[in-house]
């Protein structure tokens, strides 16, 4: 009589469960150490320029300190460069295939030059610092468990979830954030190590900073759906200025190479020496701006005022941003939407249009708009001001601004930012016939040449071979006369060397150029 074979478990799930605690813990308290750093070096700085109106003779030394701060800054980017900037583009393009670099030296310069930026009121974010700050702990875990391909890229995606959801304590949003604008994958594994991974860090955060949500923004009832008609306008103004902070933000760093004045590690010289005089003016402004948003919240500026404020903030985030100094753009973005909610709001008010008791909520679903419309990332617009405010009762008017302005972005040709980002930092790859093997998920979107096409009158990037094609919930075996559908994934081997190579010419291909040879 045959003995019975033991039955076999698949535990893939529970280790991705496993390892996502893993990066979450180590991850969430990271980033935690980095937002409090921030917190109180941003409460600090504006201290001691309120001490400095009273004594402007110490103002000189104050100058060769913020000179001193630009110049180690400066230098730990020019030695580390992939600490530039946001962060995002960075893992984004790690998950890719296209960027890498080496953990520990990428973890302690960005993190401590972050704190120095930042913290010295620079109109930078913390959140994307805190992305690639997360997403690099998760690569240094990968790297100690040996782990390489998927495995590491998993850990890696879940590591940047758990990095925005310590800096804003929203876990859904930002597991969502991960899958639709940096992974641009909603594989089981990936959303299961992420979503873990952003629970796990939310608890870290919650136990330092307690329980009340980052952007908590008092409003006395919901918006009626009479005033409705006001959030189409306010959407396309969200997705007009959004184009353009776009454009500015994207060829601010070509303005300082075109001045040839400084050294480009020494960029930085100019923003920190800039946020003297707005911080002896304006001490409120400094920083990322969630002070200043609920702020504002509770007591709004008259009209006048808060074009001021925003042009400012504008100007000088784009400043900050360009010189290439390690800082975000994402809760920038959130100011100056909220911002632009309130102008929106006061106009209104002046008008006669709607009761003043409203302002507030404007703020908030500017936010989401002006975001939803710069980033392309709609659903992760509602739903991250949905958890950073905490209230339910906004989804409606949230949809109704992310969709508008999203689309008036749309038709004027805007890319998502953080992806255009991308674009400018990576090189053309060269194809590569060595090494390890790896399995590269390519998505067939609505708008993608590749779509409605047969397998066999596709040119294939060298060395790579169509496996599988994930359809819904079952998978196809590939044939010459399949055809290709949009909201197809394609699994693809390749070898580990050649991944940004396939997926850049995967992009070719889908962009017009279905039939031609790809080079060797």
């Given at each position: 009589?045959?003995?019975?074979?033991?039955?076999?478990?698949d535990?893939?799930?529970?280790?991705?469960?496993?390892?996502?605690?893993?990066?979450?813990?180590?991850?969430?308290?990271?980033?935690?150490?980095?937002?409090?750093?921030?917190?109180?070096?941003?409460?600090?700085?504006?201290?001691?320029?309120?001490?400095?109106?009273?004594?402007?003779?110490?103002?000189?030394?104050?100058?060769?300190?913020?000179?001193?701060?630009?110049?180690?800054v400066?230098r730990?980017?020019?030695?580390?460069?992939?600490?530039?900037g946001?962060?995002?583009?960075?893992?984004?393009?790690?998950?890719?295939?296209?960027?890498?670099?080496?953990?520990?030296?990428?973890?302690?310069?960005?993190?401590?030059?972050?704190?120095?930026?930042?913290?010295?009121?620079l109109?930078?974010?913390?959140?994307?610092?805190?992305?690639?700050?997360?997403?690099?702990?998760?690569?240094?875990?990968?790297?100690?468990?040996?782990?390489?391909?998927?495995?590491?890229?998993?850990?890696?995606?879940?590591?940047?979830?758990?990095g925005?959801?310590?800096?804003?304590?929203a876990?859904?949003?930002?597991?969502?954030?991960?899958?639709?604008?940096?992974?641009?994958?909603?594989?089981?594994?990936v959303?299961?190590?992420?979503?873990?991974s952003?629970?796990?860090?939310?608890?870290?955060?919650?136990?330092?900073?307690?329980?009340?949500p980052?952007?908590?923004?008092?409003?006395?009832?919901?918006?009626?759906?009479?005033?409705?008609?006001?959030?189409?306008?306010?959407?396309?103004?969200?997705?007009?200025?959004?184009?353009?902070?776009?454009?500015?933000?994207?060829?601010?760093g070509?303005?300082?190479?075109?001045?040839?004045?400084?050294p480009?590690?020494?960029?930085?010289?100019?923003?920190?020496?800039l946020?003297?005089?707005?911080?002896?003016?304006?001490?409120?402004?400094?920083?990322?701006?969630?002070?200043?948003?609920v702020?504002?919240?509770?007591?709004?500026?008259?009209?006048?005022?808060?074009?001021?404020y925003?042009?400012?903030?504008?100007?000088?985030?784009?400043?900050s941003?360009?010189?290439?100094?390690?800082?975000?753009?994402?809760?920038?973005?959130?100011?100056?939407?909220?911002?632009?909610?309130?102008?929106?709001?006061?106009?209104?008010?002046?008008?006669?249009?709607?009761?003043?008791?409203?302002?507030?909520n404007?703020m908030?679903?500017?936010?989401?708009?002006?975001?939803?419309?710069?980033?392309k990332?709609?659903?992760?617009?509602?739903?991250?001001?949905?958890?950073?405010?905490?209230?339910?009762?906004?989804?409606?008017p949230?949809?109704?601004?992310?969709?508008?302005?999203?689309?008036?972005?749309?038709?004027?040709?805007?890319?998502?930012?953080?992806?255009?980002?991308?674009?400018?930092?990576?090189?053309?790859?060269?194809?590569?016939?060595?090494?390890?093997?790896?399995?590269?998920?390519y998505?067939?979107?609505?708008?993608?040449?590749?779509?409605?096409?047969?397998?066999?009158?596709?040119?294939?990037?060298v060395g790579?071979?169509?496996?599988?094609?994930?359809?819904?919930?079952?998978?196809?075996?590939?044939?010459?006369?399949?055809?290709?559908?949009?909201?197809?994934?394609?699994?693809?081997?390749?070898?580990?060397r050649?991944?940004?190579?396939?997926?850049?010419?995967l992009?070719?291909?889908?962009?017009?150029?279905?039939?031609?040879?790809?080079?060797?």
């Amino acid at each position: 009589m045959k003995q019975k074979q033991p039955t076999q478990h698949d535990l893939t799930r529970l280790n991705a469960i496993a390892f996502g605690s893993l990066v979450g813990l180590l991850a969430g308290a990271v980033v935690s150490v980095f937002r409090l750093a921030i917190e109180r070096l941003l409460i600090l700085a504006q201290g001691c320029y309120g001490w400095l109106g009273q004594h402007p003779l110490w103002l000189i030394p104050w100058v060769i300190l913020m000179l001193i701060l630009a110049v180690i800054v400066g230098r730990w980017t020019k030695q580390t460069p992939m600490i530039k900037g946001s962060g995002i583009p960075q893992i984004e393009g790690q998950l890719a295939g296209e960027l890498d670099y080496a953990w520990w030296p990428a973890l302690w310069k960005k993190f401590i030059s972050g704190i120095l930026g930042i913290g010295s009121g620079l109109f930078l974010g913390r959140e994307g610092p805190s992305i690639q700050l997360g997403g690099t702990v998760a690569q240094g875990v990968a790297e100690r468990l040996n782990f390489t391909g998927s495995r590491r890229r998993l850990m890696i995606a879940g590591g940047a979830a758990a990095g925005l959801s310590a800096a804003f304590n929203a876990p859904i949003a930002s597991t969502l954030f991960i899958l639709e604008e940096v992974y641009h994958s909603f594989s089981t594994l990936v959303w299961l190590t992420a979503l873990t991974s952003a629970v796990v860090a939310n608890f870290v955060s919650n136990e330092v900073f307690g329980l009340t949500p980052v952007l908590h923004i008092n409003f006395q009832q919901a918006l009626p759906l009479k005033y409705y008609g006001l959030l189409l306008v306010l959407g396309i103004g969200l997705g007009l200025l959004g184009f353009g902070y776009q454009w500015a933000t994207l060829h601010s760093g070509d303005w300082y190479a075109k001045l040839k004045v400084l050294p480009q590690w020494l960029n930085g010289v100019v923003p920190f020496l800039l946020i003297i005089p707005i911080g002896l003016l304006w001490p409120e402004t400094l920083g990322g701006g969630n002070q200043m948003i609920v702020g504002f919240a509770q007591h709004t500026p008259l009209l006048i005022p808060l074009i001021g404020y925003f042009i400012l903030r504008f100007c000088f985030s784009t400043i900050s941003y360009g010189s290439g100094l390690p800082g975000g753009i994402f809760l920038p973005i959130l100011t100056l939407g909220a911002l632009l909610g309130a102008i929106g709001a006061r106009s209104f008010v002046e008008l006669g249009w709607l009761p003043k008791m409203f302002v507030a909520n404007f703020m908030i679903y500017a936010m989401a708009g002006y975001f939803a419309g710069i980033s392309k990332a709609p659903f992760t617009a509602i739903l991250l001001i949905t958890e950073m405010v905490g209230t339910l009762q906004h989804l409606m008017p949230l949809a109704v601004v992310s969709i508008v302005a999203y689309i008036t972005v749309d038709i004027l040709g805007g890319a998502p930012i953080y992806e255009a980002m991308l674009e400018r930092m990576v090189k053309p790859a060269v194809s590569s016939s060595q090494g390890p093997t790896d399995r590269l998920e390519y998505p067939v979107e609505e708008s993608s040449e590749i779509a409605g096409e047969q397998v066999r009158d596709l040119s294939w990037p060298v060395g790579s071979l169509l496996v599988s094609v994930r359809r819904g919930e079952r998978e196809v075996i590939p044939h010459g006369d399949t055809i290709l559908r949009t909201g197809d994934t394609l699994i693809i081997f390749t070898y580990q060397r050649n991944r940004a190579y396939v997926r850049q010419q995967l992009d070719r291909i889908r962009r017009n150029d279905v039939h031609q040879n790809i080079p060797n």
